[in-house]
Every structure is written in structure tokens, then in C-alpha cells.
């Protein structure tokens, strides 16, 4: 296991690069597989608050199943390991995260590699967990022609307007036990000081209702793994120009779904790293 962890690191150390960014130096892990063409599909992948790129990328194990589809996966380092995401807009002013330009950050990577002709710009796609699902929402919210596909774990848009430029593909993730960002809205931590946000079914409402969805259907529970304490439910709606599906994990918390648990119990009834890249990737829902 130790010997594990240290190939991890070794080889992670090995696709770090910087860019910089309105000034500022910026970091970044890129997993690039030898299964990878020219003009490859990108998935970027997003840590939640006080994680790394080196850790989410260890945690999610996206590299695997990005190296079967010969993808790339980039992995964007947040400064002081967290990200400046649209909840900042819903706090007093006084006491907003000011400053890092963090959507220009992704954008320009993604710009670079598109320019170096090793990423396809049409095949891009960005996920990520609990302050990086958040941005992973804002980046949808404000660039979403830049986006073939945006997946949010343990997150839900915030309680400010979300102007889609046009219909995206979506893959939601959310514990309705999640002690940090509430499955029906609110205040985001565990003293609400964290920002507001909308609630899981209106944030699956706001890009249902630009794909011209039905109302959602729910699919009958899973429960593989009764010892969890958890069950999914899976929302579809027909009719959309780009599908939305939105996995509701009861009495599921904060933690990445399939993974082992960080801060809250992680349900194992559905792995959110293989339905992501399935979705992404391949065009297939769980």
C-alpha cells in the first residue's frame, strides 16, 4: 500500500505544470494516456474545499476510466485549496472570497491544450465535488458553450441567476443526509456562513427546463448494498435536447459516491466516477 501511494505521488509529480493566469501562477495535473489520439476528449475534475488536484485525482480514479476511452483528464489545483465560485455573489461583500480569477484559470488550461491540438474544444467536459461541483455549476452557468457536459457532486447551484447560453447534458450527485450542502437549499456548511444555495430539484429544474424536458420520472430504488444505510433513485425526464439525469442518494452525506468516505458516508450503490465518464464518454446513463 505505502509502495502504492508512492508511485501515485511520482507520477503525479510528473504531469504537474503551471500556467499563468492574469498574473498569477497557476497549477495543474494532467493525465494524458498513451490511449489518447490527437484531439482528444478532455474531462477536467475538480476538488472540493481544503482537497488537491493530487487528491481527487487519487480519490476518484478517473485516470482508469478515462484511459479506456482514451480521454484526457486534467486536474486544476485551486489556490489555498479551494475554489471562487458564483456562492460568493450571495454573501455580504465583506465577507466574499475575493480575488483568484478561477473560471478564467480553467478556461485558459483548456484553451491550451485545445491550441496544442491535443484536446478536441467540442469534447470538453467538467465535473467535480462539493466547492468544485459548485464551480463545475458556475462554469456551466457562464460558459456553457465550452461544455459538451457537466457533472456536480455533493453541490446545487447557488441562489443567483443562471443564465444558460444553451441546453447541457447534466449528471447531478446528492445526499439528501449531506451535513454541509443541504439536498433542499440553504446555507452551505455547517453554520450556514458558506453561501446560499438552490435547492437539488431546482437546480435539476433550471436545465431541464432550457433542454425542454418532461417532468422527471424516478426509476425504481437501489439498494445492492443494504448494510450502507443508503439507496439511489434515479431521475430522468424525456423529451430533452440534452439529457438530464439527476441521482438522489437517501440518507447518503458529503462523500464522492463509490469511493471510501472523507467527511461523510459515501453510499456503494452507485460508483459516480464510472457513471461519469459512461455519461461524458460514452453517451450512456446509469
Known amino acids: 500500500m505505502i509502495a502504492h501511494a508512492a508511485l501515485t505521488l511520482l507520477v503525479a509529480a510528473a504531469d504537474a505544470s503551471t500556467i499563468t493566469v492574469g498574473g498569477v501562477e497557476r497549477s495543474y495535473q494532467l493525465f494524458a494516456p498513451a490511449s489518447a489520439a490527437p484531439k482528444a476528449p478532455l474531462v477536467v475534475v475538480l476538488h472540493g474545499r481544503l482537497g488537491a488536484a493530487a487528491q481527487v485525482r487519487q480519490h476518484t480514479g478517473m485516470d482508469a476510466e478515462a484511459d479506456k476511452r482514451g480521454a484526457l483528464v486534467l486536474y486544476p489545483q485551486g489556490i489555498d485549496r479551494r475554489w471562487n465560485d458564483a456562492r460568493q455573489l450571495t454573501l455580504d461583500p465583506a465577507r466574499r472570497f475575493a480575488g483568484n480569477d478561477d473560471v478564467g484559470f480553467v478556461l485558459a488550461v483548456i484553451d491550451k491544450l485545445s491550441a496544442e491540438g491535443r484536446v478536441d474544444p467540442a469534447r470538453v467536459y467538467v465535473a467535480g465535488h462539493s466547492n468544485g461541483g459548485f464551480l463545475a455549476l458556475t462554469l456551466a452557468c457562464t460558459h456553457a458553450e465550452r ?42 456548511g455547517r453554520k450556514n456562513e458558506r453561501g446560499l444555495i438552490s435547492s437539488n430539484a431546482d437546480t435539476a429544474r433550471v436545465f431541464a427546463d432550457k433542454a425542454g424536458c418532461q417532468p422527471p420520472t424516478r426509476r425504481a430504488p437501489i439498494d445492492r448494498d443494504q448494510k450502507d444505510g443508503t439507496r439511489v433513485i434515479i431521475e430522468e ?40 465518464a459512461a455519461f461524458f464518454l460514452d453517451g450512456k446513463l446509469p
Open 147 to 188: 461544455f459538451a457536459g457537466v457533472g456536480a457532486v455533493a453541490a446545487s447551484l447557488p441562489k443567483t441567476t443562471c443564465a444558460l447560453s444553451r441546453a447541457l447534458p447534466v449528471m447531478l450527485f446528492h445526499g439528501t443526509a449531506d451535513p454541509l450542502v443541504p439536498f433542499e437549499g440553504g446555507g452551505v
Open 237 to 276: 425526464r424525456a423529451g430533452c435536447s440534452a439529457p438530464v439525469v439527476n441521482v438522489i442518494i437517501e440518507g447518503g452525506g458529503h462523500g464522492w459516491p463509490g469511493r471510501p468516505p472523507r467527511l461523510s458516508a459515501a453510499t456503494r450503490e452507485i460508483d459516480a466516477t464510472v457513471a461519469l
